[in-house]
């Protein structure tokens, strides 16, 4: 069983880049970012928009831990972390939890496998106690008439909603999701922004904990009244905005095809 951490200070960032460099997951050699500087606070929640291709997966797999910068420091939760795996430091990777896009579920196995799967795997516990946790995970996504079944009998948007039960049974602090509206439509999409709230601000699956998020996107129009704080991915960087009363105001032209006409300036 993997050792207890405790909940992180709120004077402590979950996440802080200084400087770094994001390279593409399918070809390292390919630069994404450059010169990234970003620190995600406790209990934020952050809207990152880019448009196609501009790295927003390639990012989202560097915050969670699953690659390491290029160049540049990278800390989670105070510790920095280093190119290659750390067996000692999975601990640390495991308070984040990360929903892919589409879920990226294991389709020999069935919907409440693929969310017991972390359970059984991290923290070895018996079926009695991944059974308890399990059921509250399913009620959660609304899952369960179909939790025997195999993702490929059910339609991308609940493998996506298995994609985030699987990533909140570890119960992290922080939340990532790449591209969550995806493909939806507006009652799923009103679903996810709803359940998102929610966590955020402190759900009874995780025991009332406020949890840290992230998002990505194609524009931030969806979370305007949701995230806290903003930023864009442009021509190979990071840019913050702030919060929701600066958008408005900043000058980035990107946000005149990424904010409605009545959250511009003119």
Do not use: C
């Amino acid at each position: 069983m993997l050792p207890q951490v405790p909940d992180t200070p709120a004077s402590l960032a979950v996440m802080e880049m200084q400087g770094v460099t994001v390279t593409s997951l399918r070809d390292p050699a390919n630069v994404v970012l450059e010169g990234v500087n970003w620190t995600v606070g406790v209990g934020d929640f952050w809207a990152v928009a880019g448009l196609l291709r501009s790295g927003k997966s390639d990012l989202m797999a560097l915050a969670s831990g699953l690659t390491r910068p290029a160049r540049g420091i990278y800390r989670m939760f105070g510790e920095q972390l280093f190119a290659g795996f750390e067996h000692q430091r999975l601990a640390l990777r495991l308070r984040v939890g990360l929903v892919f896009d589409g879920g990226h579920l294991l389709h020999h196995l069935t919907l409440a496998e693929n969310i017991a799967l972390p359970l059984l795997y991290h923290l070895g516990e018996r079926p009695p106690e991944v059974e308890a946790r399990l059921g509250g995970l399913v009620e959660l996504t609304g899952l369960e008439p179909w939790a025997d079944r195999y993702p490929a009998e059910v339609t991308r948007n609940w493998q996506q909603r298995i994609g985030l039960a699987r990533a909140l049974a570890l119960r992290p602090e922080a939340l990532l999701l790449d591209s969550p509206l995806t493909g939806l439509d507006p009652r799923d999409t009103l679903w996810w922004l709803e359940t998102l709230d929610a966590l955020a601000a402190g759900h009874s699956i995780l025991g009332g904990r406020p949890l840290t998020v992230v998002v990505t996107g194609d524009d931030l129009r969806p979370w305007l009244k949701r995230a806290r704080q903003f930023a864009v991915l442009k021509d190979h960087q990071f840019i913050a905005l702030g919060g929701r009363s600066e958008l408005g105001r900043h000058p980035e032209p990107l946000l005149q095809d990424l904010l409605p006409a009545g959250e511009r300036t003119t």
